[in-house]
């Protein structure tokens, strides 16, 4: 039981740390004025800031 929270919030810690990831992103993307690439319902698709 032990190990499974500590699973647990260690999985909450990469959803975490990959939400910054994503949030620096795209501020990085914004500043550059370069496009996004996403994949969206299985497409590849290219956003501008």
């Not at 039981?1 to 501020?27: G, P, S």
Request: hydrophobic letters at 45%.
């Amino acid at each position: 039981m032990i190990e499974n929270n500590k699973l647990t919030e260690t999985q909450a810690k990469i959803l975490k740390a990959m939400d910054l990831v994503y949030e620096r992103l795209i501020e990085f993307k914004k500043q550059k004025n370069s496009v996004l690439v996403v994949m969206r319902d299985n497409k590849i698709v290219k956003i501008k800031p």
